[in-house]
Each structure stands twice: as C-alpha cells, then as structure tokens.
C-alpha cells in the first residue's frame, strides 16, 4: 500500500520558468515531509522539509507547500536550471515511527536549456 | 565531515547465497536506516537502528537482517538471495531519534543477484 504518491513520473520544464512536483499522502498520522533530489549512481540528498505546523518552507529556489486537509504537498523551483534535471522523491514520517520515512516512487524532473 | 559511507558499490551474487552491506553513518549520527530501491518502487524502508537496537521494522521477509555496533556502524545481511533481491540498498543516518529529523543518504550498494 502505497501511503505516499508521486503521480507523475516524469516533468519537462524550460530553464527559467517554474517547476512544480506534486506529492500526495494518505496517512493522517504524517507529520514531517521531505524532498529529496537523486543523480543516477548516487543517493538520495536531502533538499527541504516542512513541519505539519507550518503550510509554506523556503530555502532558496525551493519553496514546499503542504495543503493538510488535501493531504498534498508540492515542490516549486523558481527559476529551474539544468543542473536541477535529477528524479525528485517525497517523503513522509511520522511522530511515533522514529526515522522511518515513506517515500513516494518519484518525479523525473528534466530542465531543458 | 564526511558523509554517510556504504560499502561495497557493487556487488555481484548468485542466487541461495548471502550478502553482508557495511554502512558508516556520519560522525555522531546515532540511527541508521536501511531502504531497497527497485525500478517503479521508490525506497522501501527495511529497518532503523538507534543506539544498537532495531527500532523500526519495514515488511520485509526474515532474510533480511541488520545490526548496529557500538560505534554506530550497521550492517544489513541478506540470506538466501532471489532474483528479485537486485536493488540498490541505500543507507541513511540521522542525527538523533527526535522527530522532524532529515536522514542523510549513502551512495549506496548496488546488488545485482544472477
């Protein structure tokens, strides 16, 4: 059962413009969520989080929305770059599974110059 | 600092034997986590340690075991491998056991099972 979605396996963006990766959970006991970013032959790095109580998170070019009552929550990149090309996961924890993080299967992102 | 080290990268196995992974975390990380990622799958979480204790358990059959030495190092075992056992395993440390803690990620190990 996969608690944690990413609908859209791929997403092609022209350099400059925005990108937006969409994630969606069914577990109301989340309350912690994560983006990850992954080059081929590499592992997952960490980019943003976003508490339950907050709707909004920014470091930089990387905003996370997180829509509670829609159990949604979204990545947006302002301005994209090529070097953002790399598949993007969510992930989800919640307060009483210590590390365990549910991740969704994945955005492939490409940034077309 | 150095980051989260997993090794061996590669790692080529026939089926009915059995595979040990090595993870280092980062320095003064006290959980580790272990995940499968298969094509389609996303991470699979396997389990967390914290303090040389299993502390989470993911739906994977008993083949499947790790462990976690005083120095917070862990090791994941697999038993028996099937074909369907090729993934790349990746390993994760974090600071703590609090919540709204981000996991750190190793390269990975990349087991192809023939």
């Given at each position: 059962d996969q608690q944690v979605k990413q609908n859209s396996p791929s997403l092609s963006v022209q350099e400059g413009r925005i990108s937006i990766l969409n994630c969606d959970y069914?577990?109301?006991?989340?309350d912690y969520f994560l983006w990850y970013k992954k080059y081929p032959a590499e592992g997952p790095t960490f980019l943003i989080s976003i508490s339950s109580i907050k709707d909004k998170n920014e470091d930089g070019r990387f905003t996370v929305f997180l829509n509670k009552s829609a159990k949604h929550l979204s990545l947006h990149i302002v301005?994209?770059?090529?070097?953002?090309?790399a598949v993007y996961f969510c992930a989800a924890s919640a307060?009483?599974?210590?590390?365990q993080f549910y991740f969704g299967t994945g955005t492939s992102l490409t940034v077309i110059p | 600092k150095a980051g989260v080290t997993q090794t061996p990268r590669y790692l080529i196995k026939t089926r009915g034997q059995q595979v040990t992974l090595s993870c280092s975390p980062i320095s003064g990380h006290r959980s580790v986590s272990w995940y499968q990622q298969t094509p389609g799958q996303g991470l699979q979480f396997l389990f967390e340690y914290f303090s040389e204790t299993q502390r989470n358990k993911g739906?994977?059959?008993?083949r499947f075991s790790g462990r976690q030495f005083s120095n917070s190092r862990s090791e994941m075992n697999v038993s028996t491998?099937?074909?369907?056992?090729s993934a790349l395993y990746l390993c994760a440390s974090s600071l703590?056991?609090?919540?709204n803690t981000e996991a750190f990620f190793g390269q990975g190990t990349r087991l192809t099972v023939v």
């Amino acid at each position: 059962d996969q608690q944690v979605k990413q609908n859209s396996p791929s997403l092609s963006v022209q350099e400059g413009r925005i990108s937006i990766l969409n994630c969606d959970y069914t577990n109301s006991m989340f309350d912690y969520f994560l983006w990850y970013k992954k080059y081929p032959a590499e592992g997952p790095t960490f980019l943003i989080s976003i508490s339950s109580i907050k709707d909004k998170n920014e470091d930089g070019r990387f905003t996370v929305f997180l829509n509670k009552s829609a159990k949604h929550l979204s990545l947006h990149i302002v301005p994209s770059q090529p070097g953002d090309s790399a598949v993007y996961f969510c992930a989800a924890s919640a307060w009483n599974t210590g590390n365990q993080f549910y991740f969704g299967t994945g955005t492939s992102l490409t940034v077309i110059p | 600092k150095a980051g989260v080290t997993q090794t061996p990268r590669y790692l080529i196995k026939t089926r009915g034997q059995q595979v040990t992974l090595s993870c280092s975390p980062i320095s003064g990380h006290r959980s580790v986590s272990w995940y499968q990622q298969t094509p389609g799958q996303g991470l699979q979480f396997l389990f967390e340690y914290f303090s040389e204790t299993q502390r989470n358990k993911g739906n994977f059959p008993g083949r499947f075991s790790g462990r976690q030495f005083s120095n917070s190092r862990s090791e994941m075992n697999v038993s028996t491998l099937e074909l369907g056992d090729s993934a790349l395993y990746l390993c994760a440390s974090s600071l703590n056991g609090g919540e709204n803690t981000e996991a750190f990620f190793g390269q990975g190990t990349r087991l192809t099972v023939v």
